[in-house]
């Protein structure tokens, strides 16, 4: 009979150490792109190669500059 | 490369809502969502300054803290995203929200509502990127075309400015010591904190107009 309950209360204690199901472990299961992976779409412009990050971000640099009119104007 | 970061510059900005149209427009946005707005201080009072105003991509996001489905992510760019299919639309993001970035599409007959939308700074969301179905739910990936989001690339006035952080913090920083004031009501500290060892550059708080 003992047995039988300690039995019992592991097979109780056993559903306790399941997945919690708590909502911080849904996650995106999505892998997000890099942004200097080219568009699928005639709109690239062009000044960078698609999948360089490194010419990508000066892409980015080089075009920020432009809202610079100090660089334009003066 | 810098976290990406938007700055307005109130000094210059003349609340035109061009960057608000812009945005709606490039991105295709549903009526009653507006991803950026433009916020006026003492309104119709001689001096009244403007900023507009969108998700900042805040680099400890209360939204991404409150969100129950972890639905948000944090690009390599230190933009913060979104995933649809993952939002429930339970409204959290927006009551803990600083900026009210957050926007929420009513629909259905008792205005039920939808899934959040927000800023994306034109990077789009987890989907393949430029692709018909990252269009449908986030608008154009513009970063992924090798250019900066619209609202601040339009600008008329070069007041909202978007981009690597440093660059765009050397630019409001020349601009701050050209004129001797300027980041007094929307500078870099009011907008991101002040910086910590290694962030982004600090613009200097200049003297009151």
């Known amino acids: ?74 | 490369m810098a976290r990406m970061k938007f700055i307005c510059d109130a000094e210059r900005c003349i609340e035109c809502n061009g960057c608000v149209t812009a945005c709606k427009a490039e991105h295709d946005v549903p009526w009653g969502v507006n991803r950026r707005r433009v916020v006026t201080l003492n309104d119709g009072v001689p001096g009244e300054k403007s900023i507009s105003v969108a998700c900042m991509h805040c680099s400890d996001a209360p939204c991404m803290a409150v969100c129950p489905v972890n639905c948000f992510y944090r690009t390599d760019e230190g933009l913060v995203l979104h995933d649809k299919d993952v939002c429930i639309g339970c409204g959290y993001c927006s009551y803990a929200c600083p900026f009210g970035a957050p926007q929420f599409p009513t629909n259905g007959t008792f205005g039920l509502r939808g899934k959040m939308d927000k800023c994306t700074f034109c990077a789009g969301g987890p989907e393949v990127n430029g692709s018909e179905a990252e269009f449908e739910k986030y608008g154009r990936n513009r970063l992924s075309e090798g250019k900066l989001p619209i609202c601040a690339e339009m600008c008329s006035t070069k007041a909202l400015l978007g981009g690597d952080g440093d660059v765009v913090a050397d630019i409001l920083r020349n601009r701050v010591l050209v004129r001797g004031k300027g980041s007094e009501v929307w500078g870099w500290g009011t907008a991101y904190g002040k910086p910590a060892a290694g962030g982004g550059a600090p613009v200097k708080e200049g003297t009151k107009s």
Do not use: H
Not at chain 1, 13 to 35: E, W
Not at chain 1, 37 to 50: I, K, L, M, Q, Y
């Open chain 1, 1 to 74: 009979m003992k047995s039988l309950l300690l039995l019992a209360c592991a097979l109780s204690l056993a559903a306790c150490g399941g997945p919690s199901g708590k909502a911080d472990q849904i996650v995106s299961k999505k892998a997000t792109r890099p942004s200097w992976d080219a568009a699928a779409n005639p709109f690239v412009v062009s000044g960078w190669t698609s999948g360089d990050k490194a010419s990508w971000q000066e892409q980015m640099t080089k075009r920020a500059q432009n809202q610079n009119e100090y660089l334009r104007t003066n």
